[in-house]
């Protein structure tokens, strides 16, 4: 069974559902929708041990610069997070 994969890092943890949701949201192109369940991303690698599920979740907001108002927040939640 094939995971994805962070450089040689599994990325799979209990935020993976959320950045799913994240990703179909921004591709149906639902700004309220992709902002929300990348909150949750987030709220859960918190309650995950480890960084590799804050990185995980760094990666993801970059992808809701498709967006132009969470755009201006994008890089700056990748840094903070």
């Not at 995950?48 to 108002?69: C, K, M, Y």
Request: hydrophobic fraction near 45%; charge should be positive.
């Amino acid at each position: 069974m094939m995971h994805p994969r962070f450089g040689e890092i599994e990325t799979l943890g209990p935020r993976t559902a959320h950045i799913q949701a994240m990703d179909q949201a921004v591709t149906e192109h639902d700004p309220g929708e992709s902002v929300r369940a990348w909150r949750q991303a987030y709220s859960a690698a918190l309650s995950h041990p480890g960084w590799l599920g804050l990185l995980t979740v760094a990666a993801a907001s970059l992808r809701l610069g498709a967006f132009p108002g969470p755009a201006r927040g994008a890089v700056a939640r990748a840094r903070e997070t």
